[in-house]
């Protein structure tokens, strides 16, 4: 028992207490590690024979996905994270070729433009090719660097920082977060949230319906949390507590976040605005901040509420997970005004559908949670 006692904290060691790395070099690892999707597709679309190959030969098929989705994901993560630029640089050298071939051997100028008008006058899609994609591939990266990250192999740098900083294992939660904004029901104008079934508080039968319906939507979260809460404490397994707390985890932040969500529905419907979510969403985070920054909320998340770092209650025990909810909150409303965005229907949308939406999505993503992958055919519809 002593022994399973200190290799456990030996682990526990070996993942904490890290100051993190640039913002830089996190976006810069995760376009990296999502430059063999692009070249899986440039091919398939360019050279008959890997399309014709991978329809037939599913050993070919299997080799051909390992190699251009997983393991660029794997080497950038561990022993080509100090490389990653000519990684990057390999990477873009033969899809930049490829791009080349498109167009100088199979798509003449002329069927080019004809493709482009055509896309600007079809129904904008349901389902999105890049956010399908980038769902997909953070899914493959959280999976890849869970792994890795109790290897050496992984830069120490890239795990979770203690308090501040940013490395590559801190921007899952927020990047799983905008996931889930963007594509849900409320950015694709659907279901019982927004204006369109209450308006304020007159309709509070509609209001608890709408919260109800979501409390067992989250369900199947909050189970996934106890079960790895039960799990965890039960094994023994080493924990970041630090992270969020004692007893909260990812699926609890998660199910919050989107709790939470609908229980502002009211005040969201209620302001007078056309982007009520990014307005509700900025006064979110303003507020989190004054509560950070002025209203003693940075030292009790640091120190605990005896200014020691002890967790005698239950909120105390989880307040990094309960208190950053609230951040993720302000994040999920500006993701769900992005993808009300993403799924509109006017001409400047379906314009974008072409080449703007992906470059919009990549640029937001890099620069307010670290980057994220896209569908590259989405570049372009003349690929």
């Not at 028992?1 to 640039?22: C, I, N, P, W």
């Not at 024979?49 to 991978?54: G, H, P, S, W």
């Not at 889930?180 to 007159?202: D, M, Y």
Request: net charge positive.
């Amino acid at each position: 028992l002593l022994m399973d006692l200190s290799y456990k904290r030996a682990k526990e060691a070996f993942v904490s207490g890290y100051s993190g790395t640039t913002f830089l070099e996190v976006s810069t690892l995760i376009l990296a590690a999502c430059t063999g999707y692009q070249v899986r597709n440039l091919m398939l679309l360019t050279l008959p024979f890997a399309r014709e190959a991978k329809t037939t030969w599913k050993s070919f098929s299997w080799a051909f996905e390992l190699t251009t989705l997983i393991l660029p994901s794997v080497l950038v993560f561990t022993v080509l994270a100090d490389h990653v630029l000519l990684f990057l640089s390999a990477m873009l050298l033969p899809a930049a070729g490829l791009i080349l071939v498109a167009v100088l051997s199979h798509r003449p100028l002329s069927q080019l433009q004809s493709r482009f008008a055509q896309a600007l006058q079809r129904p904008y899609p349901s389902r999105i090719p890049f956010l399908s994609a980038q769902r997909t591939f953070l899914t493959l990266l959280t999976v890849v660097a869970i792994l890795a990250v109790d290897f050496s192999a992984f830069p120490r740098r890239l795990a979770k920082v203690e308090t501040y900083g940013v490395g590559l294992m801190d921007v899952g939660v927020g990047l799983f977060v905008y996931a889930h904004g963007v594509t849900s029901l409320e950015a694709r104008g659907g279901g019982t949230s927004g204006s369109s079934v209450f308006k304020g508080w007159s309709n509070l039968a509609a209001y608890f319906g709408l919260v109800g319906k979501t409390a067992r939507g989250v369900l199947p979260l909050l189970v996934l949390g106890a079960l790895r809460l039960l799990v965890v404490k039960g094994s023994g397994y080493q924990e970041h507590i630090s992270e969020y707390g004692l007893h909260w985890n990812f699926f609890f932040t998660i199910a919050s976040v989107r709790l939470l969500s609908s229980v502002l529905q009211p005040l969201v419907a209620m302001l007078p605005s056309r982007c009520p979510y990014g307005l509700m969403a900025t006064f979110l985070l303003f507020a989190y901040q004054g509560f950070l920054s002025w209203g003693g909320g940075e030292e009790y998340l640091l120190h605990g509420p005896l200014g020691d770092g002890s967790r005698p209650t239950v909120f105390s025990a989880n307040r990094e997970g309960i208190l950053s909810s609230l951040g993720y909150l302000s994040l999920y409303l500006f993701s769900v005004e992005i993808g009300k965005w993403f799924f509109g229907q006017s001409c400047l949308l379906q314009m974008s559908c072409c080449g703007l939406q992906p470059v919009l999505h990549t640029a937001i993503c890099n620069l307010c949670l670290g980057g994220l992958p896209m569908d590259p055919s989405f570049y372009g519809c003349c690929l």
